[in-house]
């Protein structure tokens, strides 16, 4: 099988936003390109990722009783750099599948930025590495069934 590495799994051009972009306009941004969690690129650095828990985790408890236009325009206050995570888990095109499951377990994000020669070129995400597991464990088993026959 050629998904020994995550060159052939990663998604290129990962959604992004700048640590200066306010929190309003990077959840529209996740809304329209349907993910979980944006990179954050400061100079085409990646320096964050940002995600809904992060923003609802360091926005004030009064967001949560507002209704909808009113948590936005509080959102639109706040900036990307000031509740993104920092040092997110990085890997690189040439990462190992088994490495991916490992960093997908230790880093508990839905997502690993792809990183080469110090840019991102993409996104490798738990769907694409559990629907790579599920294609090797499909061939084990059919080589464990065509063993058994001889």
Partial sequence: MALWNIRSLM????????????????RVLMREAQVDEL?????????????DRDIW??????????????????????RVGGVMALHP????????????VQLFG???????????????????????VLQAVALLLREVEQDEGRTREK
Avoid: M, Y
């Fill in 89 to 100: 888990p990085i890997v690189a095109p040439e990462t190992t599948l088994q490495e991916a």
């Fill in 106 to 128: 230790q880093s508990g994000r839905h997502g690993l930025a792809v990183v080469e020669d110090g840019v991102l070129i993409g996104q490798l995400t738990e769907e694409k």
């Fill in 57 to 78: 985790k360091h926005c004030p408890t009064s967001a949560i009783v507002l209704d909808d236009k009113q948590a936005e325009e509080l959102l639109a206050q706040f």
């Fill in 11 to 26: 998604s290129s051009s990962p959604p992004s936003v700048t640590p200066k972009e306010n929190l309003r306009r990077a």
């Fill in 39 to 51: 990179f954050v690129l400061d100079g085409g650095k990646l320096v964050g990722t940002l995600s």
